[in-house]
């Protein structure tokens, strides 16, 4: 089945800078990469996905990449803000028992 | 407009004491339903999905139990807590496998 890999479990950044989120994956026949952000809580709610016939989508202050050849697809958030503080998980298709997550990065905004 | 509804949001529950937290979705048919634990306030360990009415897959062996009695609602039993069953529990659906999971806001349980 499909592995995820998350990096780093804890990220903390100055307000205004760009914060990166990593995963890797293992099943290279996987082709829905979804990010998810979870405020404290609460459940988890999608912010972007991506499919594996693109290589890079934006959406305002965030922006995911994928690598299908390395298997592995990023996060980015610029122009960090206070409200952006959570837990942020990475995904990839499971096959028939879904999304396989990883074990999330707990990103902390400094003022 | 679909929703998912989880509850309660929170619990106390003796060890011992049977569970049953419950799901429902609405403004769908036919959703694939999933229940995920997460503990220490990380990681999303998927428990058990289901594709029909009826039809559950468990992903790990455990104290807990699930059931889906009808097209959009599912549920999470056991019949007698263990501490270990501490958490927070997470109903999800998705249209089609592998497509945007929509969660509920969850369920802490404290087992004591």
């Known amino acids: 089945g499909e592995n995820v890999e998350q990096h780093p479990s804890t990220l903390s950044v100055q307000e205004g800078d760009s914060a990166v989120i990593k995963c890797t994956y293992s099943?290279?026949?996987?082709?829905?990469f979804p990010w998810y952000k979870q405020e404290l809580g609460k459940g988890p709610q999608l912010i972007i996905d991506i499919r594996s016939n693109v290589g890079e989508k934006k959406d305002q202050r965030i922006a995911v990449t994928l690598n299908k050849t390395a298997k592995h697809f990023s996060l980015h958030i610029t122009e960090t803000q206070p409200e952006d503080s959570a837990v942020y998980f990475c995904?990839?298709?499971?096959?028939?028992?879904?999304?396989?997550f990883g074990k999330g990065t707990h990103l902390i905004i400094q003022p | 407009s679909q929703t998912i509804h989880q509850w309660p949001a929170t619990l106390v529950q003796p060890v011992g004491s049977p569970l049953s937290l419950e799901c429902t979705v609405e403004?769908?048919?036919?959703?694939?339903l999933y229940w995920y634990r997460q503990a220490a306030g990380r990681g999303l360990q998927l428990l058990f999905y289901?594709?029909?009415?009826?039809?559950i897959s468990s992903e790990v062996p455990q104290n807990l139990s699930a059931s889906r009695p009808q097209d959009r609602q599912f549920i999470l039993s056991s019949k007698k807590l263990l501490l270990s069953d501490s958490g927070f529990y997470l109903c999800?659906?998705?249209?089609?496998?592998?497509?945007?999971?929509?969660f509920g806001q969850g369920t802490r349980l404290t087992v004591v």
């Open positions: 099943d290279s026949a996987s082709n829905y």
């Open positions: 999800a659906w998705t249209a089609e496998p592998n497509t945007e999971a929509f």
């Open positions: 289901s594709v029909g009415i009826g039809q």
């Open positions: 995904a990839a298709e499971g096959g028939a028992d879904g999304l396989t």
């Open positions: 403004g769908t048919s036919n959703p694939n």
